[in-house]
């Protein structure tokens, strides 16, 4: 057991701008040498290994290097999807001209949900083979247990991608977590711990693809957790933490529905860590959460304390008072200082400069080491 508060962050962080750049040409149907391809993922990876141990992480990963975003890497592995999808937000669509100036850009063109048109499987079963293999090549002698990787939950393809074949929400969600299950097994029989990413147990109350199936976010939460359990089982929920966010977006966020209201469900989940935002102007009052729910004696939980919609750089001392302010109530042996989301989500759908993503990962490790001394 750790004698202070480790640190981590939600997986993706800033690309290389040759990488970048080359994912981009392939999801314009460009002609690339997927050696190349490879080799520039490989050398990505262990920069970004690094970086973070320069830095003082202590929970690593590989960056999502090798996906062009959290979700829509299912675009390359997975088949049954097809078309473009829509995205309504509820926050958002009252503010038009903030509209155009969040989506009418480079980045969201390349940022492409789908639909699902036919049976979800597994097209490419070596994928999460070839990232787990380069994330253990990139960490050396290190202990695997220090480092995780980030997959997608079935909830949350459900929310990104309609669907247009199956007819049934609740078959849909089990066709999405019979074909992850693959993944999370490959990730923890790499010796790696599995991040579960979520958004749509937070974001399925204020925002929807068009034609989707999630309906009301009601009945959505409990089908989602009944299928991502189903997909982990077998697997131990301590190798296990469920990212649950509000969307990686600079919108004004005032209809996220509040933690308070879904936790009961998050924490029915079989994940041994909870990982929630803690930090950004909408949800940095949540703490209190964690004051009037107990926490399950078998669970920890990582809060966001870096804002990652700003380029800010948080002081230690608030990163420490945020930090505090949950470990008081759940105990310093339970909490892990991480940020909010990650640092691009999707390629290139970064609100914050990429060196100054580095020294707000600086100001984390600084802020843990603080609260750890004072819890």
């Known amino acids: 057991m750790a004698d202070r508060i480790l640190t981590t962050h939600a997986g993706s962080l800033p690309r290389p701008n040759e990488l970048a750049d080359t ?129 997608i939950s079935p909830g949350q393809i459900a929310f990104n991608y309609p669907d247009q074949y199956y007819g049934s929400h609740e078959m849909y969600l089990g066709a999405c977590a019979d074909a992850l299950s693959h993944e999370y097994r490959a990730i923890i029989d790499g010796g790696l711990n599995l991040q579960v990413d979520s958004p749509d147990m937070a974001m399925a109350a204020h925002s929807r693809s068009v034609g989707s199936s999630v309906g009301d976010w009601h009945r959505h939460l409990p089908l989602a957790v009944e299928a991502l359990n189903g997909a982990l089982e077998g697997i131990p929920p301590e190798r296990v933490r469920l990212h649950v966010c509000w969307g990686n977006i600079a919108s004004p966020h005032h209809c996220d529905v509040p933690l308070e209201q879904i936790i009961d469900q998050v924490l029915k989940v079989n994940a041994g860590t909870i990982y929630v935002e803690g930090a950004n102007p909408r949800h940095a009052h949540e703490w209190r959460v964690f004051r009037d729910t107990e926490l399950p004696n078998d669970k920890k939980v990582i809060v966001g304390v870096i804002d990652v919609k700003t380029n800010y750089i948080e002081h230690p001392r608030l990163v420490a008072d945020r930090l505090v302010q949950v470990g008081r109530f759940v105990g310093k042996d339970r909490v892990l200082a991480g940020t909010d989301c990650g640092f691009d989500t999707f390629i290139r759908w970064s609100q914050v400069d990429p060196d100054v993503a580095w020294l707000k990962l600086g100001s984390l490790v600084e802020g843990a080491e603080i609260a750890s001394a004072e819890l």
């Open 23 to 151: 994912i981009w040409e392939r999801i314009d149907g460009k002609e690339v040498d997927e050696a190349k391809l490879e080799a520039l993922i490989d050398s990505a990876v262990d920069d970004v290994v690094t970086r973070q141990r320069e830095v003082g992480i202590d929970l690593i990963s590989d960056g999502e290097m090798s996906k062009s975003g959290f979700s829509t890497y299912v675009n390359d592995r997975f088949s049954g999807f097809g078309g473009r999808s829509e995205f309504q937000a509820d926050d958002v669509a009252p503010f038009p001209n903030l509209a155009m100036r969040l989506f009418a850009t480079p980045s969201m063109a390349h940022l492409i949900f789908s639909n699902c048109v036919g049976p979800v499987e597994l097209a490419d079963t070596d994928a999460v083979h070839r990232d787990v293999a380069r994330l253990k090549s990139a960490l050396g002698d290190a202990d695997p247990s220090t480092a995780f990787m980030g997959a």
